[in-house]
């Protein structure tokens, strides 16, 4: 189990704050290692990406994240495992990709730069993970299909421009002191019915799951337009 959080869109000193609470709220989930990455300059349109993370592959340090591949600039922060893994790695080795992790994660990055966000439907495993490709100025947040791996995102309005955050945990993003505390009456509701709140609501207004199966991409240059 690891622990992932991040924020995208009209970035200043008080995000990057924000992420790193998120990330603190998250240490029970990674207790073995903590990373922190952002885009461009501490002001203005961007991205920070957080991870704590839990060793179980490569337990060196060539697995630390966020993950980094210097030729592409893609940058992830990923939770999970996928069980496929060695035979993707195998075929991204026969098309000329070389590894420098015996991670899951480097994985992921080279199936995303060699077959795009489509990559995910290859996938075969337990994950939640935030990709982000400078290329495209996108953000890419995935979740397995059966919704092993939690993923919770708010989208909220500040004076200073749009912002999504994300985390692996509700908690996480109330630690970020930007989600408001308010209760959600239909999530209350579902909590009270089945016990626990259907989704894609949480007992948190404004606070949303990611779906099991589901992607979500977020374009930076498009007023944080999700897709």
């Known amino acids: 189990m690891c622990g992932i959080a991040g924020a995208i869109g009209a970035l200043d000193a008080t995000v990057i704050a924000a992420v790193r609470r998120a990330s603190a709220a998250e240490a029970h989930r990674g207790p073995d290692a903590e990373g922190f990455w952002k885009s461009g300059d501490d002001s203005g349109p961007g991205v920070v990406l957080a991870h704590r993370r839990l060793s179980i592959l490569d337990l060196s340090a060539d697995g630390t994240q966020p993950m980094h591949d210097p030729k592409s600039g893609v940058v992830i922060v990923y939770n999970g ?43 075969r495993g337990m994950f939640g993970f935030a990709l982000y490709d400078p290329r495209t100025r996108r953000l890419l947040i995935a979740r397995d299909r059966l919704g092993i791996k939690p993923v919770y ?10 912002l999504l955050l994300f985390a692996s945990e509700v908690r996480a993003l109330l630690a970020t002191g930007l989600v408001e505390p308010r209760l959600d009456p239909i999530g209350l509701q579902t909590q009270l019915w089945h016990g626990f709140p259907v ?18 991409t977020i374009d930076l240059d498009d007023d944080l337009r999700e897709t």
Not at 153 to 162: H, I, K
């Open 81 to 123: 495992e996928v069980y496929n893994f060695a035979a993707l790695r195998r075929e991204l080795e026969a098309g000329g990709s070389s590894f420098h992790s015996k991670t899951d994660t480097e994985v992921l990055i080279h199936a995303y730069v060699r077959w795009g966000p489509e990559f995910v439907s290859r996938l």
């Open 153 to 162: 995102v708010a989208r909220l309005r500040r004076p200073a421009g749009d």
């Open 199 to 216: 989704g894609p609501g949480t007992l948190v207004r404004g606070v949303r799951r990611l779906e099991a199966g589901t992607s979500l």
